[in-house]
């Protein structure tokens, strides 16, 4: 079912992407605190807790969404959000700045998975939706270990600041791909709507 229909072949992988590319910085975070910025654990508490707003952001964001035609966009925008603040992350040279980035993580990752799993909701079929959320479910939380373990093991031989560069720039690449399909997606979802 998911080979064969467009909707979930366009997004599962936007979901495993943002999973092995993007949520693994939390992994990543302490040696970027401590190695680039000179911070303490204080420092890592802030700057995640900034992403958490960030993700309370989209989830506040989905919430109020009322157009699912329109909603393949807000995960387009989620995901080169995730991608270009992963990128200003690592680049920043000091957690002031660091800051600003967080809350674009924070939405980034939680309004595209979460938007995905909306979108599959609606539009599959109800003698099929629970073997597509199963796959959801294995895309977003069964892949995102693997992608820490590799984000470490990356950290660990090139650095921090090149590994969440990296994770970026394919989220930012996802995104490319996902803003090519965005019109024929949003058309899908419409169909498959009724609406």
């Not at 605190?33 to 952001?57: C, E, K, N, P, Q």
């Not at 909701?121 to 895309?139: F, V, W």
């Not at 590799?150 to 989220?171: F, I, R, Y």
């Amino acid at each position: 079912h998911a080979r064969r229909h467009p909707i979930p072949r366009t997004l599962l992988p936007v979901v495993l992407g943002v999973s092995f590319f993007a949520s693994p910085y939390v992994a990543i975070m302490p040696a970027l605190v401590r190695g680039s910025f000179g911070g303490d654990a204080g420092t890592l508490g802030i700057l995640v807790g900034a992403a958490g707003l960030g993700g309370l952001l989209g989830t506040a964001t989905l919430a109020n969404w009322r157009r699912l035609p329109r909603l393949p966009r807000l995960t387009l925008f989620s995901c080169a959000l995730a991608g270009a603040s992963l990128i200003g992350l690592a680049l920043s040279p000091g957690p002031c700045l660091a800051a600003v980035f967080m809350p674009g993580i924070g939405f980034g990752i939680i309004a595209s998975a979460a938007s995905v799993n909306v979108l599959l909701q609606a539009t599959t079929e109800e003698r099929m939706r629970g073997r597509m959320i199963s796959l959801y479910l294995a895309g977003f939380l069964g892949v995102s270990p693997f992608g820490a373990l590799a984000a470490g093991l990356l950290a660990d031989a090139v650095g921090p600041v090149a590994t969440l560069s990296m994770g970026g720039a394919v989220c930012l690449m996802l995104a490319l791909r996902l803003m090519r399909r965005i019109s024929a997606l949003s058309g899908q979802v419409a169909d498959a709507l009724g609406a």
